[in-house]
């Protein structure tokens, strides 16, 4: 639980940790044991993780969550894996992604896709590219005007309503191999969002007023501790007296890497 409600930040790395599990169990390897042909150390780094969910505030404390989950791949290097999760009437549908990837000398700014060695592989190859893939390459080589899903679309800009910088922290942002952690990539994203409500006086209270109800994070790089992010709020709408439509951007300050997209829907607090 975190801000009154259940932790976004804990759920991203409970499904992730399913995807990974699902992926060590597969390949038959611990995650510690990836490698390529001549021996580099791998890593199964998330690209694009998709959820939508029932608001964080109507799950409460000892309720039990209940996930099933089931990973695929195509090719060798690019798993998806989808979690549905079930707790009382709430509910929760995930997709995420990961790619192989390897890390040149402990630099963050310095990764780098690749393939890890032919072994054993139990997990069901897909024959076609999932559209969550390609709308991924499309968005990155930037031939995507739009993203849709099921209930909400965001339209693909690089306007920039407002900017701001975060200091990472590493007690919380870094991860047990060093990387900027997955799962703090939104939170950052919340951080920054939040502070530009306090300082235009817009939202009173954004924190509790509203919750997320739909992320879409597609993931371009990573970041040493040391660096710093910088935050874009690209896009901000009402869709309607209850939800809030935001896209937003996170740079690598040092060079101005395109870190990560984030297009995110929080709903209003009944």
């Known amino acids: 639980m975190a801000n009154s409600a259940l932790s976004e930040n804990w759920l991203?790395?409970?499904?992730?940790?399913i995807h990974w599990e699902l992926l060590s169990s597969?390949?038959?390897?611990?995650?510690s044991e990836f490698k390529d042909d001549?021996?580099?150390?791998?890593?199964?780094?998330?690209?694009?993780?998709n959820y939508s969910l029932s608001l964080l505030n109507l799950f409460f404390e000892n309720e039990i969550l209940y996930l099933k989950s089931e990973i695929k791949r195509f090719g060798n290097n690019t798993y998806f894996s989808t979690v549905n999760g079930k707790c009382n009437e709430k509910q929760l549908y995930a997709?995420?992604?990961?790619?192989?990837?390897?890390?040149?000398?402990?630099?963050?700014?310095?990764?780098?896709?690749?393939?890890?060695?032919?072994k054993v592989n139990h997990i069901e190859q897909l024959k076609n590219t999932p559209e969550f893939l390609n709308e991924y390459r499309l968005l990155k080589k930037g031939f995507l005007n739009e993203i849709k899903s099921s209930n909400f679309n965001f339209k693909i800009t690089e306007d920039?309503?407002?900017?701001?910088?975060?200091?990472?922290?590493?007690y919380y942002d870094i991860n047990g191999v060093g990387l900027l952690y997955f799962a703090s990539y939104p939170i950052v994203a919340d951080k920054c969002l939040l502070d530009y409500f306090k300082n235009n006086q817009q939202i009173e209270n954004f924190e509790s007023a509203y919750h997320t109800v739909y992320?879409?994070?597609?993931y371009f790089a990573n970041c040493n501790s040391a660096d710093h992010i910088v935050f874009k709020l690209n896009s901000i709408s009402r869709l309607d007296e209850n939800n809030l439509s935001v896209t937003s951007s996170l740079?690598?300050?040092?060079?101005?890497t395109l870190m990560a997209k984030i297009f995110t829907i929080k709903q209003k607090v009944s």
Do not use: C, H
């Open 12 to 17: 991203l790395k409970e499904i992730g940790d």
């Open 26 to 31: 597969g390949l038959e390897q611990k995650s």
């Open 38 to 49: 001549i021996g580099n150390r791998l890593y199964a780094t998330f690209v694009r993780i």
């Open 95 to 118: 997709n995420l992604m990961t790619s192989f990837s390897q890390r040149e000398l402990n630099d963050n700014s310095k990764i780098s896709k690749s393939n890890p060695q032919e």
């Open 160 to 170: 920039v309503i407002a900017s701001s910088q975060y200091s990472i922290n590493p």
């Open 215 to 218: 992320r879409d994070i597609f």
């Open 251 to 256: 740079y690598r300050q040092s060079d101005n």
